[in-house]
């Protein structure tokens, strides 16, 4: 079982730049692919990014793809999502979510592969 909850969230003028974080229980925390996904009213919702338990292989959207960095601290139970480069396009829920990984593969894009979710955490890009 992973606890997730994500934070630092908030209100950013386009151009701008936002970190979130995402502190996961658990002391098996190497042991899962973590992502990003978002979500907005009445739209389904999207992969942004992820990495793998070990940290050594990350994926990104296109959307999202030379202005955004995943990273984790294993020894902090934490993910963090770095953005650069905002526009209201951003604005979402974004959510944080675990993948158990038995074997170290590459992190996967795709909700359905994540086993434990966030509540998610607002992010408000202002034009």
């Known amino acids: 079982q992973v606890h997730l909850v994500e934070s630092g969230g908030g209100l950013v003028q386009a151009g701008g730049s936002l970190r979130v974080s995402c502190a996961a229980s658990?002391?098996?925390?190497?042991?899962?692919?973590l992502g990003w996904f978002r979500q907005v009213p009445g739209k389904e919702r999207e992969f942004v990014a992820a990495?793998?338990?070990?940290?050594?292989?990350?994926r990104y959207a296109d959307s999202v793809k030379g202005r955004t960095t995943i990273s984790r601290d294993n020894a902090w139970n934490t993910v963090y999502l770095q953005m650069n480069s905002l526009s209201a396009e951003d604005t979402a829920v974004y959510y944080c979510?675990?993948?158990?990984?038995?074997?170290?593969?590459?992190?996967?894009?795709?909700?359905?592969?994540?086993?434990?979710w966030g509540r998610g955490t607002q992010v408000t890009v202002s034009s």
């Open positions: 979510a675990a993948d158990f990984q038995v074997y170290s593969r590459p992190p996967s894009g795709l909700a359905s592969d994540y086993d434990y």
């Open positions: 658990g002391r098996t925390f190497g042991n899962y692919a």
């Open positions: 990495i793998s338990g070990s940290g050594g292989s990350t």
